[in-house]
């Protein structure tokens, strides 16, 4: 209930559980087990002894290989890359919204820290169970003449660099792009097979053409 949250945020009690007027209160979402990814998240939270923020805590459950992360040694961790298969930004939406729903606290800081609550504990301990609602989405029909402009693109990539096509996108990474057509860099991200790399080297190309597209 966001108005529960809002309320508990400025240290007041909104006396019911679920208003049945906010966005998640009255949408028609199905309620998902997400037990196991609130798990690794609170297990990599407790295992950074507690001392980080959501980008630097997300980054390791991604797997990131950047400066923050060799500095502290956290490639080492169990839980180092375990929602690898996630976009980042996906990662940190998780752990916010376990900090709305009272799993997580902030620290009220220059730079908030993420701490664990005492219903965090019971979660990593198997006993609750974690439940978030999720709309459901209707899925688009991949677009067969977008999927084949982004092969011919993709096939002027390869040559240029002299690697096989492959190697810039797989074909079930194009076959997810001409199905939701990302025209932004968030967008792009969410399609598996897209990381920061490819993201960087081939993003703005694709995105060009699949915005050119999305006009005609």
């Not at 997300?58 to 839980?79: I, M, P, Y």
């Not at 929602?83 to 919204?97: E, G, N, Y």
Request: aromatic fraction near 8%; include cysteine.
């Amino acid at each position: 209930c966001l108005r529960n949250y809002i309320l508990r945020y400025f240290g007041e009690n909104g006396g019911v559980e679920d208003c049945g007027h906010c966005g998640n209160c009255s949408d028609d979402g199905e309620m998902m087990d997400i037990t196991i990814d609130a798990q690794k998240v609170f297990s990599c939270i407790y295992r950074m002894k507690e001392r980080f923020g959501i980008t630097i805590v997300a980054d390791v459950l991604k797997g990131a290989k950047n400066k923050k992360v060799r500095q502290f040694g956290f490639e080492d961790l169990s839980t180092y890359g375990l929602l690898s298969d996630r976009p980042l930004a996906d990662i940190k939406t998780l752990i916010q919204q376990l900090a709305a729903t009272g799993y997580l606290q902030l620290t009220d800081s220059t730079y908030p820290v993420v701490k664990l609550t005492p219903t965090a504990m019971t979660v990593l301990r198997g006993q609750q169970k974690v439940w978030q609602k999720m709309v459901a989405v209707q899925v688009a029909k991949p677009d067969d003449s977008l999927f084949d402009l982004l092969r011919q693109l993709r096939k002027q990539i390869a040559a240029r660099e002299q690697v096989p096509p492959y190697v810039v996108f797989a074909d079930s990474t194009l076959k997810e792009m001409s199905q939701y057509c990302p025209v932004d860099e968030t967008a792009l991200r969410r399609i598996k097979g897209v990381g920061e790399v490819k993201l960087e080297r081939y993003g703005n190309e694709f995105l060009a053409l699949i915005q050119q597209h999305a006009v005609r």
